[in-house]
């Protein structure tokens, strides 16, 4: 996918401040400190159109960023880290599921997960609402370089078996190396109709 503008539009925290839903959207989402804006940063080819922080559970607002004037991105929170306070963790699921079901031009999300963890009930909480809400999923596992090819194939296959699913259903993905990239551009692509330009 050729970029050829990435720009933040604006930060919500509830349906009120939402852009207007004038695009088709992806949004991504994963525990905290799982790569998440280090996949959006990789796909864009920005360094740093996405802040990423060392400290997880920083992005506490949803994040719109237009992309090629085609589409839009979302940034959702990150979800699951201890150190957030309550208050603030207790919040993350009410502002999530608002978007989810009140979102129209939402076509689908990216659910992302460390190749390193094994999903736990936040991540099967979210992919459940994917489902309630009829919502298409592109689930990605991030930091395949962390690992050994072996070591990879073996995680790969607890994570596919804790969320029941196919292998075929995820996508290794690693921003050092860049590997996954097209791919996921391609499931994003696919979902909101658009065709690869790559002549531009």
């Known amino acids: 996918m050729i970029i050829k503008s990435a720009e933040f539009i604006t930060s919500a925290t509830k349906a009120s401040q939402y852009p207007p839903a004038l695009l ?4 991504f989402a994963g525990r905290s400190n799982v790569g998440k804006s280090s996949l959006i940063n990789t796909l864009v080819n920005r360094k740093h159109l996405v802040k990423t922080s060392r400290t997880p559970g920083r992005t506490q607002m949803i994040n719109f ?3 090629n004037n085609a589409m839009v991105f979302v940034d959702l929170p990150g979800y ?5 306070p309550q208050a ?10 608002t978007f989810l079901s009140k979102r129209e ?11 390193r963890r094994t999903p736990k ?16 999923r592109i689930l990605v596992i ?5 690992l050994s090819k072996n070591r990879q194939l073996n995680h790969q296959a607890a994570i596919i078996q804790a969320l029941a699913i ?4 995820v996508i290794l993905f690693s921003a050092k190396t860049r590997l996954g990239r097209d791919a996921v551009w391609n499931a994003i692509l696919s979902l909101i109709n658009i065709k690869d330009d790559k002549s531009a």
């Open 24 to 27: 088709p959207e992806i949004a």
């Open 65 to 67: 960023f237009n992309i």
């Open 80 to 84: 699951g880290y201890a150190r957030v």
């Open 88 to 97: 603030v963790r207790k919040q993350w699921g009410p502002m999530i599921e």
């Open 105 to 115: 031009t939402l076509k689908g999300v990216v659910v992302i997960l460390d190749i």
């Open 121 to 136: 009930t936040e991540d099967l909480d979210l992919i459940h609402w994917l489902n309630h809400y009829n919502i298409a």
């Open 142 to 146: 991030t930091k395949a370089d962390k």
């Open 166 to 169: 196919h292998k075929a259903e």
